[in-house]
């Protein structure tokens, strides 16, 4: 699909810019570059690995096996200077028994005909497929990045985790989207003191049993399945929620597993049942921040040393979970306790000095109250949009 819109910007408004779907290589790698033209005066922005976002993006990635999706780049006078992207995920569908489209992967500058017309392009091919309503942004699913940054702009976003210029939520509501869901990232101190309630509850599962382990390298498929089983299950209730595949989350874990020790990965057992566990990785984006995108000719080496020698000082909780049937008890909070403290103590030994917990959701009030207790505070806030569409159009 190709659109076109004039230029608001002043002295280009002669200029027009056309968009163009992303097929074959040359087009993709415009993609990629949009960002890094948009945020290279932005001193918070930590520009992301290339060979990373073409592995992501790869039709060989595990998300595509339940996913299509159509990326745009748009073009003003041959150069690419806004990008988007549309996806339908099945599993979704199949889950919810509502056919939502998702829109993501969204830059631009603070031009309002330009977003619009990005927009309206994703919006005309998720309405062409059936689509009822358009959700994002999702990069490009519910499980991997999402959502536009609409607080905490003075610092820049932890590995795997958006940003953006503050002009995009506006961007957003001038074209008809309203927030959906908030979605929160908690600061907390590495070696944060263990409020008493939390002491209290930890001896007390010490008495019911309940044991701590990490990853097992000699079982590692089978405990990375464990992961996804509990993860699937303690998240199955919240908003937007698609199910990890065995395949995405295998190939989510081996690629951890080349970044961590063992007991970055816990798992606590109850009566022998795995109940509860918790991923903890070092902040890559301290590592990459000066590479600006490349491992060629001597990011490899830099990149190996910061992460073997000199370690990132920060690091971020990705996945946590304790079973669903558990969190509305008094197991449910101490478990949760649980291996928040075997992460604790791995970042500790490992000279962290901060631990980012994201996301969290908003109205997940039993989460933030256990951040909360032990000294956590929200650092940045996510915001999803949406916008009904007519699927006839």
């Known amino acids: 699909m190709t659109d076109a819109v004039r230029s608001t910007n002043g002295a280009d408004a002669a200029a027009r810019v056309a968009l163009r779907p992303v097929s074959g290589r040359r087009a993709l790698d415009d993609f990629l570059r949009v960002p890094f033209a948009l945020y290279r005066d932005d001193p918070h922005w930590v520009a992301p690995l290339h060979f990373e976002r073409r592995q992501a993006l790869s039709p ?26 549309a996806q339908l995920d099945r599993l979704y569908e199949e889950r919810h028994g509502e056919r939502v489209g998702y829109f993501g992967m969204i830059d631009a500058p603070d031009d309002p005909a330009l977003f619009g017309a990005l927009l309206a392009t ?79 509850l930890l001896r007390r599962l010490e008495r019911q049993g309940v044991t ?56 606590a057992e109850l009566d022998g049942r795995p109940s509860a566990f918790i991923v903890l990785l070092p902040n890559l984006n301290e590592a990459i921040a000066d590479l600006n995108g490349r491992l060629l000719p001597f990011g490899w080496a830099k990149l190996l040393w910061r992460l073997k020698v000199r370690f990132p000082r920060t690091g971020r909780v990705p996945l946590m979970g304790v079973r669903r049937h558990l ?67």
């Open 60 to 85: 060989k990635h595990p998300f595509f096996r339940h996913a299509e999706w159509q990326a745009w780049v748009a073009y003003r006078d041959d150069r690419p200077v806004g990008r988007i992207s």
């Open 122 to 200: 994703a919006e005309a091919w998720l309405s062409e497929r059936g689509a009822v309503r358009a959700v994002g942004p999702f990069n490009l699913g519910i499980n991997q990045e999402l959502g536009v940054l609409v607080d905490g702009f003075d610092t820049p976003p932890f590995f795997m985790m958006p940003h953006n210029r503050p002009y995009y939520g506006a961007a957003l509501e001038a074209c008809g989207y309203r927030g959906a869901q908030d979605l929160l990232a908690y600061l907390i101190p590495a070696n944060f003191e263990t409020p008493p309630v939390m002491a209290a």
């Open 212 to 267: 701590l382990r990490p990853l097992d390298r000699k079982r590692v498929d089978e405990d990375l399945e464990t992961l996804r089983d509990i993860f699937n299950d303690a998240w199955s209730g919240n908003w937007g929620f698609v199910p990890f595949t065995r395949e995405e989350f295998l190939a989510v874990g081996h690629e951890m597993l080349m970044l961590i020790p063992d007991d970055f990965i816990h798992i």
């Open 327 to 393: 969190h509305h008890t008094r197991l449910g909070p101490g478990l949760a306790f649980l291996v928040i403290d075997a992460a604790r103590r791995a970042a500790v030994r490992t000279q962290m000095t901060d631990v980012e917990l994201s996301w969290i959701l908003d109205d997940n009030m039993g989460m933030r109250n256990i951040i909360e207790t032990i000294g956590g505070r929200i650092s940045k806030r996510y915001r999803m949009y949406e916008k009904p569409l007519a699927a006839d159009e």
